[in-house]
């Protein structure tokens, strides 16, 4: 039984680039979530799917910032024209019902 | 809004120095509460899911528990390994049937040989 899949685990960008990360779930899971961290805080919600549907995006989450999840499978959250804010770990989970179960995370660092 | 408190922010123990960790919540009908291992430049790792008041479980030298207002995470006699930061995380019913999950700022635990 393979876990979440996060690809890249690193990356690093130069200001005003776009960037796309990948999840892969866990292959029965209907629900993947998306979040961010900085050092020292906990995941910060960004965007919720159930199935192939987005019913969920926070607040915080600007419009450079798009997530999909075609056909229920695996999910890309894309930044565009990063900023040096947007350094930080994104991480992706994937539940069924209750508990959700998290990736190794993408360190992203804009220079 | 729902809020998660988590204390103390970090606690350095003697290895084999029993103590609790904190979560502190305020929920408008609370789903679930989870506790969490992370360990640095990972993800974080479930450890406990706990739905009611009353409730407990236990794994290996980690036992949580809840209350109606918080959640316990005990360790009893720790080692070095179970240094980590330990994140608590409360799960309510949102808008739209969205089951939203908040997560506290943890505690870094550190458990020295």
């Known amino acids: 039984d393979t876990g979440v899949s996060q690809n890249p685990r690193h990356k690093i960008t130069k200001r005003g680039q776009n960037v796309t990360f990948r999840c892969d779930p866990i292959?029965?899971?209907?629900?993947l979530y998306w979040y961010r961290q900085t050092l020292g805080q906990g995941p910060e919600f960004l965007t919720y799917?159930?199935?192939?549907?987005?019913?969920?995006k926070s607040r915080l989450l600007s419009d450079r910032f798009s997530a999909e999840r075609p056909k229920g499978s695996f999910s890309t959250l894309e930044i565009q024209r990063t900023e040096q804010g947007d350094s930080a770990m994104y991480l992706c989970?994937?539940?069924?019902?209750?508990?959700?179960?998290f990736g190794q995370g993408t360190r992203l660092t804009v220079v | 809004e729902d809020q998660v408190t988590q204390s103390p922010e970090a606690l350095r123990l003697q290895e084999g120095e029993s103590s609790s960790l904190n979560c502190s919540y305020t929920?408008?009908?609370?789903?679930?509460l989870f506790w969490y291992r992370q360990d640095p430049g990972k993800g974080p790792e479930f450890l406990f899911t706990?739905?009611?008041a009353g409730e407990e479980k236990e794994k290996e030298r980690l036992k949580a528990t809840l209350t109606k207002k918080e959640s316990f995470l005990h360790i009893t006699a720790p080692k070095p390994e179970d240094s980590a930061t330990y994140l608590c995380?409360?799960?309510?019913?949102?808008?739209?049937?969205?089951?939203?999950?908040?997560f506290g700022t943890g505690t870094k635990l550190q458990v020295i040989p």
């Open positions: 989970a994937s539940s069924l019902m209750g508990e959700a179960f």
């Open positions: 292959s029965e899971h209907n629900r």
């Open positions: 799917f159930q199935n192939e549907a987005q019913l969920e």
């Open positions: 929920v408008s009908g609370l789903r679930g």
């Open positions: 706990l739905y009611s």
């Open positions: 995380a409360v799960q309510a019913l949102a808008e739209r049937g969205y089951q939203k999950v908040t």
